[in-house]
């Protein structure tokens, strides 16, 4: 007995879109980390522990920027991909 084969792309469209949601939760989430941490080297930090956090800091910003980038890039592949197999599998279903 065979089974047809189906896909759902809705809930694939939805994955990416949880993809996104996720990514920009993370984004909040290192932002306020890194706000608490400015607070804590503006009241205790002097000196060479200022300079070592201002290097900190750029290297953070950067790696944020790329997890981000990487998830929101990932989120569009799996959107961009689900649309074209939806497209492909309505194509194919038109030839029978």
Known sequence: MSKPISANFSGVESGAQQIIKRAEGIS????????????????YGAGAANDAFSEMQRNWAKQAESLQTTLNG???????????????????????
């Not at 909040?28 to 009241?43: G, I, M, N, P, R």
């Not at 799996?78 to 030839?95: F, H, I, K, P, W």
């Open 28 to 43: 909040q989430d290192l932002e306020a980390f890194h706000k608490k941490v400015e607070e804590y080297v503006a009241v």
């Open 74 to 96: 990932a989120a569009q592949l799996v959107s961009t991909g689900n649309s074209e197999l939806q497209s492909t599998d309505s194509a194919l279903a038109n030839l029978f």
